[in-house]
């Protein structure tokens, strides 16, 4: 765990503020890539998770941007209401669970609202590399951007398109935009659940291969839950077998019998409670597996997924 000041608050749009994190010591904050994002410790408890923004050279502080949901789970009401220059917060080191490829040739960036956020640092780390991208914001009104004054002084400026959705003759064409394929581009999307969809469909309606197409989801949309039944796990390295009742996760029944996995967003959206199915059908409903993973039924999200089959067999 790393303690943290506050240095800066800033309002970027809309119900959305900026933070600026740097070392509580002075000294400098862990490397990252882009693509990651931190852990943030809140002083209700509450822990939350926001990708980094700024550049990965920048080792003296961490930025991140957050969006007062009214849907949210409270961690961001809590950032927004509480959390004031100065303020002392901790967070952990940067993981990166939507890191850029290797091996691209150009690259296209996609954002809408919030999920500005990630897609900034890649645009950052790619003017660094000096690699060919272009990256297209898409916002509802001019209120709403986040880091459009900062897209606009930055060194990649005339490589951002700013996509306004109140205005027809600059709303996004995707299907125009990706109309041509490369075999070494890749694309990057991340914002609501709508624009990603719609994003992704049309880039695979162009014929874009899908390890070319990448996505970062901040949260999942509700799942019905009124037909869950109820089924049993069993745990591989001890043989003992678990009951989980239709109104439990299987994380959430692991922990009452003291077996701790690595929980985070609890969603299914990050892929950090990611554990190998040994035996049975997951019954997917994360949003972290590529349909062609989830099809494998080799590992499932326990905070979330469920079970096809009477029993699953876990490698714990």
Not at 30 to 37: D, I, K, M, V
Not at 190 to 204: E, K, T, V, W, Y
Not at 248 to 275: F, M, N, R, Y
Request: proline share 6%.
């Amino acid at each position: 765990m790393i303690d943290v000041t506050v240095l800066s608050r800033n309002d970027e749009a809309l119900d959305i503020c900026s933070f600026e994190l740097v070392r509580a010591d002075g000294e400098l904050l862990p490397p990252f890539t882009a693509g990651a994002h931190i852990d943030v410790h809140l002083p209700d408890g509450l822990i939350r998770q926001y990708s980094l923004c700024n550049a990965p050279n920048e080792r003296h502080c961490y930025l991140i941007g957050v969006l007062n949901d009214p849907a949210s789970r409270g961690g961001s009401r809590s950032l927004h209401e509480q959390i004031q220059s100065g303020a002392q917060l901790r967070i952990s080191e940067p993981r990166n669970l939507f890191p850029l490829a290797g091996n691209s040739r150009r690259t296209l960036l996609f954002g809408g609202g919030i999920g500005i956020t990630p897609i900034l640092c890649m645009a950052e780390q790619l003017a660094l590399e000096g690699a060919d991208f272009e990256l297209h914001y898409c916002v509802r009104s001019v209120e709403r951007g986040a880091f459009i004054e900062r897209l606009k002084r930055s060194s990649f400026a005339d490589r951002v398109t700013l996509h306004l959705d109140e205005q027809p003759t600059t709303a996004l064409d995707a299907a125009n935009v990706l109309a041509q394929p490369q075999p070494d581009t890749h694309l990057y999307v991340c914002g609501p659940g709508g624009f990603m969809q719609h994003i992704l469909d049309s880039a695979r309606a162009a014929g874009w291969p899908e390890d070319n197409l990448h996505r970062e989801y901040f949260s999942a949309e509700p799942v019905d839950t009124s037909n869950d039944g109820s089924f049993s796990i069993e745990i591989a390295s001890t043989g003992q077998v678990l009951a989980v009742p239709a109104n439990k996760t299987v994380a959430q029944v692991l922990e009452s019998h003291g077996i701790d996995i690595p929980l985070s967003c609890e969603q299914g959206v990050c892929g950090t409670c990611l554990t190998r199915v040994l035996k049975g059908i997951p019954d997917h409903r994360d949003l972290f597996l590529t349909e062609d993973e989830q099809a494998l039924n080799d590992q499932f999200t326990p905070c979330c997924s469920r079970s096809k089959t009477p029993l699953l067999v876990l490698d714990i």
